[in-house]
Each structure stands twice: as C-alpha cells, then as structure tokens.
C-alpha cells in the first residue's frame, strides 16, 4: 500500500518495525547487508520474551531477502541470535512456499528444514520462545492434523484437540505473549475452524493483563469473518448491529488506552485493526484518536483483506471520516 496523507495526519509510511525506533535502525542496516546493529539490539532484547519475539520475527522476515545471515555466520558463527534469526527465515520459507505450492515437494523439504531450526534453535539457547513460535506457526501447514503435537487434547473440555502441547511450551517463557496466540488463531483458521477460533478466543482473552494487545485479537477474527463471507454487505454489519462485536471493540479500545497509559505501544498492525473496527462500528471520535497516536504509521491490514480494489483509498476514507468527527 502506498502511503497515504489525510488532513491532520501528516505523511503516513509502512514500516515494519513501526514504533520501535532502535528496530527500524536495525531494519535500515540489514536491508544493506550489515548486522552489527541488529546483533546489539539482539543482545539488548534478550531477558524481555515478547520483545525478543516480535523483533527477531521482523529481523528474520528481513534476512530471508538478502544473504546476510550467511555472510553474519561466515564470519561470527557462534552469534547470539544467530540461530534464532536463522529459524525465523525457514519458518517462513517453508510458508511461502506451501502457501506458493501447496503438496509440493519442495514445499515439504522446506517444512523439514524448518522444523530442523526449530529443534536446533531449542537445544542452542534455553529460554527461547522463537522454537517454539516456529513450530505453531509450520502447524498450520497441517490442515489434516497428521502430526501427533497437532492433535493434543485441549486443557478446557469446550476446545478440540489441537497443537496445544506447543502452545504451552510457547506460554512458558512469555505467558501472555502476542504471537503465541495469534499463531494458535491462525491455526484455527487454517483449518476453516471459525468455531473453535471463537470458543479459543473467548476461553483466554478475558484473562489477558491489563493492556494487553491479544484485547486486538477478535478484531482480527473479525476481519477474517468478512474477508470469508459470500455476502460481504451483510457480514459487514457485524460492526455496527452486532453487540457483542460493539462492546469487544470498545474493550479493546479501553486495553489500548490502559497500554498507553501505562508506557506500552501495540504493535501497528494490532492499531490498525483497532483504528478499523472504531472506524467500521462509528466510534468516529476514537478512531481519530488511534489513527493520530498511530501516525506516521500504518499497516497494510486489515484495509487490503477488506477490500479487493484499492486498500489504500478505504483507509484514506476512514481517516477523514474520523478527523473530520473529531475536529
């Protein structure tokens, strides 16, 4: 999506690091094949799980388009890290390419290799949360729950059998931490399972700390509801007729506001489906008010899933629709 400029909102650009500034200077240099800046924010984040996890995913998304992990490991092949970024570059190959060639050959020799960092990645540093992330995530490769770890049975009697041994591995160095969860909502969806996706939602959400951003995830479900529906006039109306969408949405906003009060940013991604959903459920004046903490950032989702023309113009219209409610 091309960046867009709304009165009152300045110049707006996609970034992956979004509001972590020390990561995008660790982004910069390795779009350039240098990693010394990215080898010391590695060494800075360790100790915090879920910033060790969401800055490894965007430095791992990074890596996979240049050799610069190979070159990192010619010449420090013990890094810390390393092995970690090196996980996260499989992983998501091995993705790709089932989502590029589903059934393919080559599609499960990169699942392998993939599931050979992940133990790798496991055995190198005790702690990790990245192994285990890794392996939710290539679950989802697994529609038919072939593998014994993908039909575990579920700690609460109203959720099916599922990758909940991976799950907890997951939740033990970071209890609470984003990505676990929305990897196991992935899976759900993955394998078509609206159901069990909602009735996992509505068993750990509620739980969450104060603040948290998985607040954001039913948003995401949402969204996913829509981008499913034959009928999409009459899925949209979830945000507006729907209660129970309307006061979740309005939960999150209250999670996202305690989050700043209390120091924290949310991920881009999880503001920009809040941004939307405020937006979508005529909470106008919110809206305005995520949209402008959001600036100069924005994510490319949820505006491309909801619209298959030009993401970039709805999210100009939802942004002067907002200002203009709030001026």
């Known amino acids: 999506m091309p960046s867009a400029s709304t009165a009152g909102a300045g110049q707006l650009v996609q970034h992956p690091a979004g509001h972590d500034g020390e990561l995008r200077a660790a982004v910069e ?138 799950f907890d ?49 039913p948003l995401y479900l949402y969204v996913d509801r829509y981008r499913r529906a034959e009928r999409k006039d009459a899925v949209q109306l979830q945000w507006t007729d729907e209660e129970t969408v309307r006061a979740t949405v309005l939960r999150a906003f209250s999670h996202w506001q305690a989050a700043l009060a209390q120091g924290v940013r949310w991920s881009v991604a999880d503001e920009s489906h809040l941004a939307h959903a405020l937006w979508a459920s005529r909470q106008r004046q919110q809206a305005a008010e995520v949209f402008g903490a959001m600036a100069p950032f924005i994510s490319a989702q949820p505006w491309g899933a909801l619209t298959s023309g030009r993401p970039g113009e709805l999210l100009r219209q939802a942004m002067n629709q907002s200002y203009a409610v709030a001026r």
């Not at 094949?33 to 430095?59: C, H, I, K």
């Not at 990074?62 to 390393?82: I, T």
């Not at 996992?200 to 948290?212: D, N, R």
């Open 169 to 217: 591995q997951a939740r033990r160095t970071d209890a609470w931490g984003r990505e676990a969860f929305h990897r196991m909502l992935r899976f759900w969806l993955a394998l078509g399972e609206t159901g069990p996706a909602t009735e996992f939602l509505a068993t750990f959400v509620p739980s969450a700390p104060e603040g948290s951003a998985l607040y954001a995830l």
């Open 29 to 166: 240099e390795l779009r350039q094949g240098r990693w010394y800046a990215a080898r010391a924010l590695l060494a800075r984040s360790w100790g915090d799980p879920g910033l060790w996890a969401a800055r490894t995913q965007v430095l791992g998304a990074l890596a996979a388009r240049n050799d610069v992990l190979s070159h990192w490991g010619a010449d420090e092949p013990a890094a810390f890290g390393l092995t970690a970024l090196h996980t996260r570059v499989a992983v998501d190959q091995a993705l790709l390419a089932a989502q590029q060639q589903p059934d393919s050959r080559d599609a499960a020799a990169l699942e392998g290799i993939a599931r050979q960092w992940c133990w790798q990645a496991a055995s190198v540093l005790g702690g990790d949360p990245v192994p285990w992330l890794g392996l939710l995530t290539l679950a989802q490769l697994d529609t038919r729950q072939s593998r014994p770890e993908h039909r575990v049975p579920a700690p609460d009697q109203m959720l099916p059998p599922g990758p909940w041994g991976l």
